[in-house]
């Protein structure tokens, strides 16, 4: 049973933009907060956004300024738009949702991952 499916991902120049779709399953998406991890080559996987069903947002320190998340309620879509992207941000990014998403171990749906490839 596909609950969180991601798509966007692919390779752009530093400098560039991407963004980034989650489409969640109704049930899913109104009863949870929803986000993004990424997880690099050789690292842990990381918290990069989260959103609650209110609307507030928390960013990794990392990515303020450049990333944007939002939800579309209408939809059960939750997006990442990432601009002025670094080699550093290369990595596979998930999809997430649950209770809360601060730690990985809350998590209690993900999705299977997009490649975000960025070429300096």
């Known amino acids: 049973q596909v609950q969180l499916v991601e798509s966007g991902g692919g390779l752009v120049q530093a400098g560039g933009s991407l963004r980034l779709s989650c489409a969640a399953s109704g049930s899913i998406f109104f009863n949870n907060v929803m986000g993004w991890y990424r997880q690099a080559p050789g690292k842990q996987r990381e918290l990069v956004a989260a959103?609650?069903?209110?609307?507030?947002?928390d960013y990794a320190d990392s990515v303020k300024g450049r990333f944007t998340i939002s939800r579309d309620n209408a939809n059960d879509t939750v997006s990442l738009q990432m601009n002025n992207l670094k080699s550093e941000d290369t990595a596979v990014y998930y999809c997430?949702?649950?209770?809360?998403?601060?730690?990985?171990?809350?998590?209690?749906?993900w999705g299977k991952g997009t490649l975000v490839t960025v070429s300096s």
């Open positions: 959103i609650t069903r209110g609307g507030s947002t």
């Open positions: 997430a949702a649950g209770v809360t998403i601060t730690s990985l171990e809350r998590v209690r749906y």
